[in-house]
């Protein structure tokens, strides 16, 4: 059975594209995943952990603006978050997550395992809002699959 990293190492190297990620909540997990496949190296360059608002800022160009009005867990710094990835590393894809993992941080509006997901994919951007059950490591696990699932349906389209 094929996983979804072998299957999107493929399907970038038969299109002749990079892929790179912007990560706070899954701490390079994303990228983990994708160079456990076989010929990552063609497809891969480089990821962008950036846990701080200072991080999303300075590597990403994540807005001031965004992160002081609609704060780092928010479906526009996902976006940014994207964005700026794919722009700084040159690649035709980018994936972002940014959430709550807990076991604290969590509030009413924002409740733990709250994770925004972006994919920047060759002109366009998705985005995907979560709520994952479970502890910190079962939602980290959560959003590097569902953050997959992702830049695969973004390819299909």
């Known amino acids: 059975m094929e996983t979804l990293e072998q299957w999107l190492v493929k399907e970038l190297t038969k299109r002749n594209a990079t892929i790179t990620t912007a990560e706070s909540c899954t701490g390079g997990w994303i990228s983990g995943r994708i160079v456990n496949a076989s010929g990552a190296s063609a497809v891969f360059n480089q990821s962008f ?38 722009k700084a590393a040159g690649a035709q894809i980018a994936l972002s997550s940014t959430g709550i993992a807990g076991p604290d941080g969590g509030t009413p509006e924002k409740p733990v395992g709250l994770v925004y997901l972006g994919c920047y994919c060759m002109g366009k951007t998705l985005v995907e809002r979560h709520v994952f059950p479970g502890n910190r490591s079962d939602i980290r696990n959560a959003a590097v699959e569902a953050a997959l699932t992702l830049a695969k349906k973004a390819l299909k389209e």
């Open 49 to 86: 952990v950036t846990y701080s608002n200072e991080a999303k800022q300075n590597l990403l160009g994540v807005k001031k603006e965004t992160l002081d009005t609609l704060g780092a867990v928010s479906e526009e710094t996902a976006k940014q978050m994207a964005e700026g990835a794919a």
